[in-house]
């Protein structure tokens, strides 16, 4: 069987006919011609038609069909291209508009995903359709850099098309989301998630990712999703380097901010003291902080903090005058670190406590 005798005879409805008429009359196709091809363009293209098919059936049509009155030949090859045109137009804005539908669902059900505002067993359901299967465990990783990511964005078709290659499509949702990339994966598959982040990382000149742990069932990927973001915020209030950060490994820093009161109180009564001296709090706080961050190596703070390490030794020793507590002291040192945590997790002393 040939390729267009697959073809309804549906989809080339009129078109011999008018095919002739042109050729009798040497006539125009008219509007109302151009409109049904381009109907029956759109109809073809919903029912799953491919176009190159259907063009080679219109040409095979007009071949078998074609005029042999002298001069006819002219009228009837433009009849053929105004109706293979109209019916191409047709299919293809058919087309456009399934891929915009596509687009509007997909979008709805990430946001719903994330959000956790549907019915879970609605979303796991709806999940199948775009390949995930939510009663498995799933890890999200987000991605963010200098600049805001959509969909169709360069760095973000730069990063799926990295993705998709090494791995199957079928289980990994791959979107951005507030202008962050997202990767969605099985979380026993986790060079999925580790690859999305070289790769992220990269096309977004040394921007951050966070990773949530794998969580199952159908409420999982979102309390991955916002263990990712709550990591991310956690980087920037805390200064942290390390480009890839994992929930998991920043558990301690949501303990200690349980009781905001509490911490509130430990900053304030450790190293409140310091606002007293010359220049405020701060410069001694960041010693504190480059000093913990070194391993309590004197020489590496220093150069951390671009001081002499007798300078470095100097604010330590006033730091000690001041709060009673002794950096180098490990009696004192939990306590002095917590504090300091704390007062970066609280944005203190920018922010009254």
Known sequence: ???????PERYLNGFVRTLADVAATGRRLTRDELKAHRTLGEQAAESGQGLRALVVAHLAAARASWPQAP????????????????????????QRSAVRREEAARREFIDDLLYGRSDLGRLAERAERFGLRLSR?????????S??????????????????????????????????????APGDEEEVIVHFAKQAYAATDGGRVAIGRPQPGPGGVVQSY????????MAARLDLEEPVLRAADLLVYPVLTRDRQAMADLVSHTLGPLTSARGGALPLLDTLTAYFDSGCVAAEAARRLSLSVRALTYRLERIHKLTGANPADPAHRYTLQTAVIGARLLDWPNRPL
């Open 1 to 7: 069987m040939t390729e267009q005798q697959d073809i």
């Open 71 to 94: 001069g006819s030949a002219d009228s009837a090859l433009g009849a053929v291209q105004q109706a293979v045109d109209a019916f191409a137009e047709g299919y293809e804005r058919a």
């Open 137 to 145: 465990a799933h890890s999200v990783a987000v991605a963010e850099g």
């Open 147 to 184: 600049a805001a990511y959509g969909e169709g964005d360069p760095v973000a078709r730069q990063v799926e098309a990295a993705v998709l290659a090494r791995f199957d499509a079928r289980s990994i949702l791959l979107t951005t989301k507030n202008g962050r990339l997202l990767c969605v």
């Open 226 to 233: 916002e263990e990712a973001l709550a990591a991310l915020e």
